[in-house]
Each structure stands twice: as C-alpha cells, then as structure tokens.
C-alpha cells in the first residue's frame, strides 16, 4: 500500500511563510508528478501548483511569486514554500501524487489526509 503524509501545517500570522512537506510511502516503483491542493471552508479542493518528476513546475495564476514547490525523489517526499500568507489561504492542504507502484507496476493517483493551515492573527 502507498501512502501520502503531509505534515507542516499550523497557525501562522498574516505576513508569515510556512512549508509544507508531504512524504510518500510503501511499494513504489516510481513517482510521476506530484501535486499539492487545497481546499477552504465551504469551497471546492483547487490546484496550488505541480512538480514532474524532472522538477518541471506548474502554479495556479493566483499563487505566482508566492510559493515554490519542489522535491526530492530520493525521498519520495514533495514540499510546498508559502510567504506573504494571507487570511485566504487558509484551507487544507492536500499532497496528490501519480504512483507506479511496484511490483506490479499498476498506476495509482494517490492522495494525502491533508495538513490544516491557517493564517490568522
């Protein structure tokens, strides 16, 4: 079994920088892209930004400048830097992840519980 553990969320003031880490886990063959969403109160899971495997990176318009997504395979663990955190980006923040799973080599979208982040003062 795969699994996605996020970790690093918490109360942060408005101005404030955070960083995200989401450790992934068990029979893995090899981990495509990676992914982190986040969801906020009463509103749908949206994307925040993408990382493929040879570190090529995608970020939702809105988030431009503020985050910076990265990885390390060698850990299979994909990481989310936020600064200038606003009270709008409190939400639950979810790892996703393309999984090859190993032996089998079966594709698994994998998803993490989520790390709550709230930015409040």
């Known amino acids: 079994q795969v699994q996605l553990v996020e970790s690093g969320g918490g109360l942060v003031q408005p101005g404030g920088s955070l960083r995200l880490s989401c450790a992934a886990s068990?029979?893995?063959?090899?981990?495509?892209?990676m992914a982190w969403y986040r969801q906020a109160p009463g509103k749908q899971r949206e994307l925040v930004a993408t990382?493929?495997?040879?570190?090529?990176?995608n970020y939702a318009v809105s988030e431009k400048g503020r985050i910076t997504i990265s990885r390390d395979n060698t850990k299979s663990t994909v990481y989310l830097e936020m600064s200038s955190l606003k009270p709008e980006d409190t939400a639950v923040y979810y790892c996703?992840?393309?999984?090859?799973?190993?032996?089998?080599?079966?594709?698994?979208?994998?998803w993490g519980r989520g790390t709550l982040v709230t930015v409040s003062s």
């Open positions: 068990g029979l893995i063959f090899r981990i495509d892209i």
């Open positions: 996703n992840a393309g999984v090859i799973q190993g032996p089998d080599r079966s594709y698994l979208d994998a």
């Open positions: 990382i493929t495997r040879d570190g090529s990176t």
